[in-house]
T-cell receptor, first 112, second 114 residues
Framework: DAKTTQPPSMDCAEGRAANLPCNHSTISGNEYVYWYRQIHSQGPQYIIHGLKNNETNEMASLIITEDRKSSTLILPHATLRDTAVYYCIVNNSGGSNYKLTFGKGTLLTVNP | GAVVSQHPSRVICKSGTSVKIECRSLDFQATTMFWYRQFPKQSLMLMATSNEGSKATYEQGVEKDKFLINHASLTLSTLTVTSAHPEDSSFYIC??????????FGPGTRLTVL
């Protein structure tokens, strides 16, 4: 599975868009980009995933660059409840028994 | 969306006792469930992959005789920490695979061994 690099922490003002970057320069053609988040003392929460095209759901948007070497998770209107550690994970769908390998992630702090 | 529950949410036990943690998928069937452990200020570490009806696959360094995993049905997996010691105190989290690499996670179980 490809390695990912994320900034250790970011701040965002409440109501503004939060843009969380992720670098995955060694991603291969059949590897997906997944995003999860973990609010303090809770289990992680699935947010979104994509392969090549940009994706959007009720929680967030995922923008993947054309060369697929990086991506950005966008929370359009961050709230205080979005304060969490955000994990970007790259996996080969169908390989490794679908295991997820969590890195250190980005601690997003949404400030009032 | 899919819901995964864990029980208990918090447990305190004496050193040397065994503790069982249950993980249930409430509104879907999960052929594959996973067990993670998280120490304070660290990321999640996968302990084992549990497939319904077969033996669990443990990650390197995880003692299978100490952390017993049973996945007897499509909605229930259990983790038993045998002869628990203070160093086993941690946050244990289960998840159930929905599709692809999409997993839904339980709320976690805080284990404290005195």
């Amino acid at each position: 599975d490809a390695k990912t690099t994320q900034p250790p922490s970011m701040d965002c003002a409440e109501g503004r868009a939060a843009n969380l970057p992720c670098n995955h320069s060694t991603i291969s053609g059949n590897e997906y980009v997944y995003w999860y988040r973990q609010i303090h003392s809770q289990g992680p929460q699935y947010i979104i995933h994509g392969l090549k095209n940009n994706e959007t759901n009720e929680m967030a948007s995922l923008i993947i660059t054309e060369d697929r070497k990086s991506s950005t998770l966008i929370l359009p209107h961050a709230t205080l409840r979005d304060t969490a550690v955000y994990y970007c994970i790259v996996n080969n769908s169908g390989g490794s028994n679908y295991k997820l390998t969590f890195g250190k992630g980005t601690l997003l702090t949404v400030n009032p | 969306g899919a819901v995964v529950s864990q029980h208990p949410s918090r447990v305190i036990c004496k050193s040397g006792t065994s503790v069982k943690i249950e993980c249930r998928s409430l509104d879907f069937q999960a052929t594959t469930m996973f067990w993670y452990r998280q120490f304070p200020k660290q990321s999640l570490m996968l302990m084992a992959t549990s497939n319904e009806g077969s033996k669990a696959t443990y990650e390197q360094g995880v003692e299978k005789d100490k952390f017993l995993i049973n996945h007897a049905s499509l909605t229930l997996s259990t983790l038993t920490v045998t002869s628990a010691h203070p160093e086993d105190s941690s946050f244990y989290i289960c998840s159930a695979r929905v599709s692809g690499y999409t997993q839904y996670f339980g709320p976690g179980t805080r284990l404290t061994v005195l």
